[in-house]
C-alpha cells in the first residue's frame, strides 16, 4: 500500500535554531510531494510542493524542503525558527496522474523562546 | 490557488439529526473532496465529488450517512446524518488547482 511516513510525532527546537521535520514516501512512480501546515482551529495552508526539477524547494513563511529520490524523502527546513511557526505540519504525497492525495500522520512543531 | 469558504464554522448538534455543511470556492473545479479530521490529527477522505455525477466515496463512508451534492463547478453540500457522538470532528472540503489540493477552514462539528 501507498503511503507516506512522518516518524516522529513532535519536534521541538529553540527559536532561531535550524529546525527539520522529517518524511519519507512509498508512493508509485514519481509522486507530486506537498508540505501544508495548520495552525490551531485553522484549515490547512499550502506551503510548498515539488513536481521535477530543483531538489530544493523553497515555500511559504521562509519554509524550504529537500527531495532525494534514493532515500524517497521530502524532509521541511527552515534555517531559523520563529515561535510562530509553532503549529501541525503534514507531508503529502499525490501520484502523479491521482486525484488523491495521501497524507503523513503529522508532526507537531514547538518552536519554545 | 484558490479560496475556499464553508458554513457553518462550527456547530453543536444533538443526537440523532442531521447537519448540512456548504463549501465555496471562488473559482471554477473539477473535483472537490471532503475529509474529516479528529483535532490533532491526520486527514481521512469522505468522497470525491465530481459536478453532474455521483459522489464516489471512500471505503468506511457510504451515501445514506454522507449524502452529497454537487450542483455546480463552485459549490458542494456534504450532510452527516443521523448523527452520533462519534461524528464529532472537523469535517474539510478541498479543491484541486494546478495540482495543488487547497483546504477550506474547516467546520467543527460536536454532537451531544
Known amino acids: 500500500a501507498q503511503s507516506v511516513a512522518q516518524p516522529e510525532d513532535q519536534v521541538n527546537v529553540a527559536e532561531g535554531n535550524p529546525l527539520t521535520v522529517k518524511c519519507t514516501y512509498s508512493?508509485?512512480?514519481?509522486?507530486?510531494l506537498f508540505w501544508y501546515v495548520q495552525y490551531p482551529n485553522r484549515g490547512l495552508q499550502f506551503l510548498l510542493k515539488?513536481?521535477?526539477?530543483?531538489?530544493l524547494v523553497k515555500g511559504s513563511y521562509g519554509f524550504e524542503a529537500e527531495f532525494n529520490k534514493s532515500q524517497t524523502s521530502f524532509h521541511l527546513k527552515k534555517p531559523s525558527a520563529l515561535v510562530s511557526d509553532s503549529a501541525l505540519y503534514f507531508c503529502?504525497?499525490?501520484?502523479?496522474?491521482?486525484?488523491?492525495?495521501?497524507f503523513g500522520s503529522g508532526t507537531r512543531l514547538s518552536i519554545r523562546p | 490557488s484558490a479560496v475556499i469558504s464553508q458554513k457553518p464554522s462550527r456547530d453543536i448538534c444533538q443526537r440523532g439529526t442531521s447537519l448540512t455543511i456548504q463549501c465555496q470556492v471562488d473559482?471554477?473545479?473539477?473535483?472537490m473532496f471532503w475529509y474529516r479530521q479528529q483535532p490533532g490529527q491526520s486527514l481521512t477522505l469522505i468522497a470525491t465529488?465530481?459536478?453532474?455525477?455521483?459522489?464516489?466515496?471512500e471505503s468506511g463512508f457510504v451515501i445514506d450517512k454522507f449524502p452529497i451534492s454537487r450542483p455546480n463547478l463552485t459549490f458542494s453540500t456534504l450532510t452527516v446524518s443521523n448523527m452520533s457522538p462519534e461524528d464529532s470532528s472537523i469535517y474539510l472540503c478541498?479543491?484541486?488547482?494546478?495540482?495543488?489540493?487547497?483546504f477550506g477552514p474547516g467546520t467543527r462539528l460536536l454532537v451531544l
Open positions: 515539488y513536481i521535477t526539477g530543483d531538489n
Open positions: 508512493v508509485s512512480g514519481n509522486p507530486y
Open positions: 473559482s471554477q473545479v473539477t473535483m
Open positions: 478541498s479543491v484541486t488547482v494546478q495540482e495543488t489540493q487547497y
Open positions: 465529488a465530481n459536478q453532474g455525477s455521483e459522489a464516489t466515496y
Open positions: 503529502a504525497a499525490s501520484p502523479v496522474g491521482a486525484s488523491k492525495i495521501i
